[in-house]
């Protein structure tokens, strides 16, 4: 049974950071491609951030430059630093899994597996 596990949400000020987690279990990790996305109420889950198989890794426009998705696959963890926040990044995010494919990006309908997601909420 695969389970994606996040946390790290929280409550900042605007130009503060947030390191979120997301623990994978059931699966290995190591050579599987998984991302970040966000949802606010009434909106569609926007992608955040990919990271392949192999380690490449890529981000929306809007999050370009203050956030980073790296992965410790001994720890079987995914995580998404986030600096610089703003209010527009409030959002609950989400982590998900491609238990199939070396990268899918910001191929929503690949994922396989999807976590609870955590609150982001960033004050003005």
């Known amino acids: 049974q695969v389970q994606l596990v996040e946390s790290g949400g929280g409550f900042v000020q605007a130009g503060e950071s947030l390191k979120l987690s997301c623990v994978v279990s059931g699966t290995g990790l190591r050579l599987k491609a998984m991302a970040w996305y966000r949802q606010v109420p009434g909106k569609e889950r926007d992608w955040v951030a990919s990271?392949?198989?192999?380690?490449?890794?890529d981000y929306a426009d809007s999050v370009k430059g203050r956030f980073t998705v790296g992965r410790d696959s001994a720890k079987g963890t995914l995580y998404l630093h986030m600096n610089s926040l703003k209010p527009e990044d409030t959002a609950v995010y989400y982590c998900?899994?491609?238990?199939?494919?070396?990268?899918?990006?910001?191929?929503?309908?690949?994922?396989?597996?999807w976590g609870q997601g955590t609150q982001v909420t960033v004050s003005s």
């Open positions: 998900a899994l491609d238990n199939v494919h070396d990268s899918s990006w910001d191929r929503y309908e690949l994922y396989d597996y």
């Open positions: 990271i392949a198989a192999g380690g490449a890794k």
